[in-house]
């Protein structure tokens, strides 16, 4: 008699043990596609909304690029969760945040760093910057059916160029649609309900040639901007302790800025616009 599963592991024996694609997704696709988050179809019911995340900056600095996302997730005019993450490190060097149904782009962005993972031992390099763009907006492409109906997830992409010879400039941003468009963007970027109002205050405070520590205020900064404006993106919160997530991507890899120095960005905006009201 032969064992439940038995033919499916032999399948999934088969696909790995013969030379093809090194895309994990494929593999997924071809030997159990049920396992994919674009997996399943049908349309939403009126009752029924899913959590969203919301707002998502990021912007190049002298050496690398940083990205930073609110911690609020909305259901309809409901606060589903406060301190939701939005933003994750993909691999060694890249960083990826998310906008739209949030569950959907937690698990797709799992996928993806699985699929990062994946590339690099099977070809024993990671892909270039400009490689794993195009792998995330094929991901994209395949949730297209779930976008239509009501399930759309948008990320933003962001890295450290380790091709690039001049790390002044190696860091690098893309944006995205939900057919799968891949769009480099220069200098900043910001996606998501407060998108508007964030890209206003980037457009205001960025300049070219600032350091680390600069850009993550200007991005603490562009986040409180839009939470003044759009109730879906959450501001800091002093009393809870919960503060936007915020990565940076260097020659050094990816770390996460701390609470301790968000805590001290945070205090300095809220006494700037303190003494300065209506500003």
Known sequence: MTPRGASEHAGLLSYAMSPGSPSFTEFLALTAPHLLPTAGSGALSAEYMPPHGTTIVAAVFDG??????????????????????????TDDFSIVGIAGTAGLAIDLVRLYQVELEHYEKIEGTQLTIDGKAN???????GNLAQALQGLAVVPLFAGFDTDEPNAANAGKIYSFDVTGGRYPETYYEAIGSGSVFARGSLKKRWRAGMTRDEVVHVLVEALYDAADDDSATGGPDLGRRIFPTVRVASAAGVSRVGDEELTQIVGTIIAHRTATPGS
């Open 64 to 89: 690398g690029v940083v990205m930073a996302g609110d911690r609020r997730a909305t259901a309809g005019n409901l606060i589903a969760q406060r301190d939701i993450e939005k933003v994750y490190a």
């Open 135 to 141: 792998r995330l907006a094929t991901m994209l492409r």
